[in-house]
């Protein structure tokens, strides 16, 4: 990558925290200058962008420090940027959020269409490109792509390049067993928008997900007069509404699911309870294993106390 004549470049020799590093190697800089530095996202290693001040540096790495105004930031209720790279940017999508428009040609506010203002304000040529989506309803990690060729290849090699998909739901009721794997196959009606499961090969797509209960709720709701169970899901396979679809088969449907569950109908929560945990992928570029997680909605355990 060509840096800007006002970038200062700097080789890591030993292992350290960030902090410390730029403190010893940008002239005694005080430490809430680098914090400055750091809050206006203007430091890299490799290329990925830094706000951590404890971020561990390993022997070999390259941080770039831009003695320019920085990058702009992101502020925005609904999605917060976890990584950001020249190749990819991965975020955090509250509920209530279209990953894309519906229709061609909305204005409604989407993941998309925040993340495209975002990096045309750094560069005016520069494109987001969607890798793959979440339910409006659904929180949690995304990835999008900053070119259309690595969103090709991403799409096209993806069940290859994942190497941990979880999630979270609050599902209705108790699983029986406790953990285990479902495996059905899937049929999407498109005209309906709504998937059917069946437990034999009808034709439709394999869909298998392991899960596991981690937590119980200790006495039924006064709201509905059940229990509540906060389940780990994770996916060999990526089928449209895969998670909300099997867990209703089982008995046990996200909350707060108008499609496949009893919807806000005495739900404690208004929302469908699923968030997209942790996504874990090899890097098109570096190559290299990439891991993010999101913390759980405090919501979520609130039911479960």
């Given at each position: 990558m060509i840096k800007r004549k006002q970038d200062t470049v700097l080789k890591v020799t030993e292992s350290a925290q960030l902090m410390d590093f730029l403190i010893s190697k940008m002239g005694g800089m005080a430490k809430s200058s680098v914090k400055q530095l750091l809050g206006q996202r203007r430091v890299k290693v490799g290329n990925a962008i830094q706000?951590?001040?404890?971020?561990?540096?390993?022997t070999g790495d390259v941080v770039t420090v831009s003695s320019g105004r920085g990058n702009s930031q992101l502020t925005h209720p609904k999605l917060k940027i976890v990584y950001e790279d020249d190749d990819l940017i991965v975020v955090n999508k509250q509920p209530g959020l279209l990953t894309v428009a519906a229709t061609p040609g909305s204005s409604e506010t989407t993941a998309y269409?925040?993340?495209r203002a975002y990096v045309k304000k750094q560069n005016a040529r520069a494109g987001i490109y969607v890798v793959h989506r979440l339910d409006r309803e659904t929180s949690g990690l995304l990835v999008f792509a900053r070119s259309e060729e690595l969103q090709h290849y991403m799409r096209e090699y993806w069940r290859e390049l994942v190497q941990e998909r979880t999630y979270i739901a609050l599902a209705e009721g108790v699983l029986e067993p406790r953990e285990g794997k479902i495996t059905t196959w899937l049929t999407e009606d498109k005209r309906n928008a709504v998937v059917y499961s069946s437990p034999v090969d009808d034709g439709g797509d394999i869909a298998i997900t392991n899960y596991k209960t981690l937590r119980v709720s200790s006495q039924p709701s006064v709201i509905s007069n059940q229990l509540y169970s906060l389940v780990e899901l994770h996916l060999e396979t990526?089928?449209?509404n895969q998670i909300r679809v099997h867990l209703a088969s089982k008995g046990?449907?996200?909350?707060?699911?108008?499609?496949?569950?009893?919807?806000?109908?005495?739900?404690?929560?208004?929302?469908?309870?699923?968030?997209?945990?942790?996504?874990?992928?090899?890097?098109?570029?570096?190559?290299?294993?990439v891991r993010f997680e999101s913390p759980v909605p405090k919501e979520f355990n609130r039911v479960l106390l």
């Open positions: 706000t951590r001040h404890d971020f561990a540096l390993k269409s925040i993340l990526g089928r449209t046990c449907p996200v909350v707060g699911d108008r499609k496949y569950g009893h919807g806000n109908e005495s739900s404690p929560i208004d929302r469908l309870c699923l968030h997209a945990k942790v996504l874990a992928f090899i890097h098109p570029v570096t190559e290299k294993v």
